[in-house]
């Protein structure tokens, strides 16, 4: 009897993935395909979704509450909150149940595991360009011209990346060998949309407190994208960045060594 296993060395592990990449690029357009094809709104739903939550924000925070916005308008200040928030939420919660929406694959035939979860992020980058060019719209209406400093956004967009990969790895994972996993990840979205300042400005939180807060990677990364919108250095907090990005790298370098972990063994449990 033949057993075909991974390569063990991470060298060898690389080699798997250029070999499968065809594999990557069928998956994800399959991805595409079931996300659009025969919905009733289609593409719109990428639009009408973070629209209608940025309205709900802007009367919550910026009505009723009257928190501040730095001297930008609201409705920019929330959606480009929202742009790099849904991106990550759509990867992890799509990626987070796609070893157990594909166990059949996994079952069956042998190619890298960790492709099925990382074509999701194909599908929220599609996502991420539609709202991109909405937020360019939003900004056309309210007369709002964007800095210089925007530029920068491909950076924090791969900031946004590596968290959301780091997480939607630990999460298949521990989905694939823990079914109760996929009744936590939604609440740990809902949750942590309200612990992220995309409703509100991260420096509203008092100044021995925001180093703490900067735990939370996504802070560093809705405070990137506004600040490269903006050009506003308010939304920049230096140290808090730094915390930010060092704990992008932690997520992500845990979620990738778990998921190799254990997926020599995802067939025979998932």
Do not use: H
């Amino acid at each position: 009897m033949i057993y075909i296993e991974a390569g063990k060395a991470n060298r060898q592990y690389l080699k798997d993935l250029w070999a499968y990449r065809e594999l990557f690029l069928f998956l994800a357009w399959r991805d595409i395909l079931v996300r659009y094809k025969q919905t009733l709104i289609g593409i719109a739903w990428s639009v009408i979704r973070p629209l209608l939550t940025m309205f709900v924000f802007v009367i919550v925070f910026g009505k009723i509450a009257k928190m501040p916005s730095s001297g930008i308008p609201y409705t920019i200040l929330v959606f480009s909150a929202m742009i790099p928030w849904q991106f990550f939420s759509n990867t992890l919660t799509e990626g987070g149940n796609s070893l157990i929406t594909n166990v059949s694959l996994v079952s069956k035939v042998y190619f890298p595991r960790i492709i099925i979860p990382t074509t999701y992020l194909i599908v929220s980058l599609i996502d991420f360009l539609i709202s991109l060019v909405l937020l360019g719209l939003l900004m056309m209406i309210v007369r709002f011209i964007p800095s210089w400093t925007i530029i920068f956004l491909p950076a924090f967009l791969l900031q946004a990346i590596a968290i959301s990969l780091g997480l939607t790895y630990l999460f298949s994972a521990l989905n694939a060998r823990y079914r109760d996993f996929r009744y936590v990840l939604p609440f740990i979205i809902q949750f942590g949309v309200y612990i992220s300042p995309v409703g509100f400005i991260s420096n509203i939180v008092p100044e021995k407190w925001r180093l703490v807060y900067s735990l939370n990677p996504m802070v560093g990364v809705i405070d990137g994208f506004r600040w490269c919108i903006s050009g506003n250095s308010d939304f920049i907090y230096t140290p808090g960045l730094l915390v930010s990005i060092a704990m992008t790298l932690l997520l992500f370098i845990i979620g990738f060594v778990f998921f190799r972990k254990v997926e020599s063994t995802l067939a025979d449990i998932i």
